[in-house]
């Protein structure tokens, strides 16, 4: 399995609070995404980086914000939670260059209360 | 934008071969990816075809490709439980994936 390692696991959390999940990787691979799944909505981008402090938005961007301060570390802010992000969280890493399958992490199950 | 579709569920007898097909629109896609998601965990990488092939056996696993088409099917023999599953499609470039929904398989023992 690739290095991925996303915290915390599970959150609950109110509408309104700020939160921040983590993802770490081991890899030292260049591209990093966040994702989040939902029913009947499959796997949705919400932003990705293409290298330390390069981010670009995804599908689903708005009311999320990304920072890559160094190449193991994506983390991901929700700066006032909504219901509506209640979701499972996944992060994602590759090459991305030529055969550049994206390695997934074991997710982070949030809900907003 | 481009996207990526397939059949949200299938169900099978355990023994049986199993078929999930999946289509695309991205033409320029490098390579295909097939996914599975089993409970409460992340998308485990399954196998993958470059575009300019037309099949891809592995163990189990076939994939079939028709360009042309844009049609890409993932072919699992003697199908078990144990392949119970959500099975992902995703096509892109460059590390830019673009993901179909899903396909729950269901196996009947």
């Known amino acids: 399995d690739a290095g991925i390692t996303q915290s915390p696991r599970h959150k609950v959390t109110e509408t309104g609070t700020p939160v921040t999940l983590r993802c770490h990787q081991t890899?030292?691979?260049?591209?990093m995404y966040w994702y989040r799944q939902d029913p009947g909505h499959g796997l949705r981008l919400i932003h990705y980086s293409y290298g330390v402090k390069d981010t670009d938005k995804g599908e689903v961007s708005d009311g999320y914000s990304v920072s890559r301060s160094k190449t193991e570390d994506f983390l991901l802010t929700l700066e006032s939670a909504t219901s509506s992000q209640t979701s499972v969280y996944f992060c994602?890493?590759?090459?991305?260059?030529?055969?550049?399958?994206?390695?997934f992490g074991n997710g982070t199950r949030l809900t907003v209360t | 934008g481009e996207d990526v579709e397939q059949s949200l569920f299938l169900s099978v007898r355990e023994g049986d071969s199993s078929v999930i097909n999946c289509t695309y629109t991205d033409s320029s896609s490098t390579y295909l990816y097939w996914y599975k998601q089993e409970p409460g965990a992340g998308l485990q990488l399954l196998t993958y075809i470059f575009s300019n092939m037309d099949m891809k056996q592995d163990q189990r696993l076939t994939v079939l490709l028709n360009k042309k088409d844009k049609h890409l099917s993932l072919r699992i023999a003697d199908t078990q439980t144990g392949d119970s599953a959500i099975y992902f499609c995703a096509s892109g470039s460059q590390g830019n994936l673009i993901f179909g929904k899903g396909t729950k398989l269901s196996v009947k023992p």
């Open positions: 890899e030292n691979h260049r591209y």
């Open positions: 994602a890493i590759s090459e991305g260059q030529g055969y550049s399958p994206l390695h």
